[in-house]
C-alpha cells in the first residue's frame, strides 16, 4: 500500500458525460501527479500540482481540468468525454523535490460507452 | 526532453534464475535519475529502486539492482532469483523538469515479464 487512495476504482460512463477522479496524497506528500495510462498512448503525465499551486502541464486536454485544495487532496475533471478518453487515472505523489519518489495510487479505470 | 526506451516488449525467465531488463535514456540534464516501476496484473504502479547520476555504487534493493552505465546511457534492472509474483509490467522513468519545482516522470513503454515455474 502506497499511501495514496484514488476514489473510484471503476468508473463506466456515456460519451459527453462529466466525471471526477479523487486523490488523497500520502501524509506530509505536499505534490500531487495525475498521469493516464493508455493502451496506445502508455503512460502519459496530465499535470502537477504543488500545495495547491499548479506547476507543470504535460499532455492535458482542454476538457480536462485538475485542482488540488487546502487539505492537498485533488480532484482531476474530465467533461465531454468520449470513446478515446478510456484509460487508467493514476494519481501519484511526492514529498517535494525532484529526486523525490513518486508513489502511485491504485489509479481508476475509467470505461466510455 | 528526456526519452526512454525499452527495447524488449517481452521477456520469461525460469523461476529462480536472474533477469535484466534493459532501459536506455537520453537526456541533455547533467543531473538526472532513473526509477525502475513495477505494475502487476492488478494495475497498481508500485515503486521499485532509484539511483541518481551521481551516485557512485550501483543501487540495491532486496533482490532489485540497477546496472547503471553512463557512459552507455543504460540503466537496466536486474532482478535475482526470480519468483512467480515478479509476473508483471517493469517500466524505467526518468524525472524531467519544466521550470523551478515542476516535475514529472517520462516512462519507457514498459517489458512484461513472465516467469516460468
Known amino acids: 500500500d502506497s499511501g495514496v487512495t484514488q476514489t473510484p476504482k471503476h468508473l463506466i460512463t456515456a460519451t459527453g458525460q462529466r466525471v471526477t477522479l479523487r486523490c488523497s496524497p500520502r501524509?506530509?506528500?505536499?505534490?500531487v501527479y495525475w498521469y493516464q495510462q493508455s493502451l496506445d498512448q502508455g503512460l502519459q503525465f496530465l499535470i502537477q500540482?504543488?500545495?495547491?499551486?499548479?506547476?507543470a502541464k504535460g499532455n492535458i486536454l482542454e476538457r480536462f481540468s485538475a485542482q488540488q485544495f487546502p487539505d492537498l487532496h485533488s480532484e482531476l475533471n474530465l467533461s465531454s468525454l468520449e470513446l478515446g478518453d478510456s484509460a487508467l487515472y493514476f494519481c501519484?505523489?511526492?514529498?517535494?523535490?525532484?529526486?523525490?519518489?513518486?508513489?502511485f495510487g491504485p489509479g481508476t479505470r475509467l470505461t466510455v460507452l | 526532453a528526456q526519452k526512454i526506451t525499452q527495447t524488449q516488449p517481452g521477456m520469461f525467465v525460469q523461476e529462480k534464475e536472474a533477469v535484466t531488463l534493459d532501459c536506455t535514456y537520453d537526456?541533455?540534464?547533467?543531473?538526472?535519475?532513473l526509477f525502475w516501476y513495477k505494475q502487476p496484473s492488478s494495475g497498481e504502479m508500485i515503486f521499485l529502486i532509484y539511483?541518481?547520476?551521481?551516485?557512485?555504487q550501483n543501487a540495491t534493493e532486496g533482490r532489485y539492482s540497477l546496472n547503471f552505465q553512463k557512459a552507455r546511457k543504460s540503466a537496466n534492472l536486474v532482478i535475482s532469483a526470480s519468483q512467480l509474483g515478479d509476473s508483471a509490467m517493469y517500466f524505467c522513468?526518468?524525472?524531467?523538469?519544466?521550470?523551478?519545482?515542476?516535475?514529472?516522470?517520462?516512462f519507457g513503454k514498459g517489458t512484461k515479464l513472465s516467469v516460468i515455474p
Open positions: 537526456t541533455s540534464d547533467p543531473s538526472y535519475g
Open positions: 501519484a505523489s511526492s514529498v517535494v523535490d525532484s529526486t523525490d519518489t513518486q508513489y
Open positions: 500540482y504543488y500545495n495547491g499551486e499548479e506547476r
Open positions: 522513468a526518468m524525472p524531467s523538469h519544466s521550470g523551478a519545482g515542476s516535475y514529472q516522470l517520462t
Open positions: 539511483q541518481g547520476s551521481y551516485d557512485q
Open positions: 501524509s506530509g506528500d505536499l505534490s
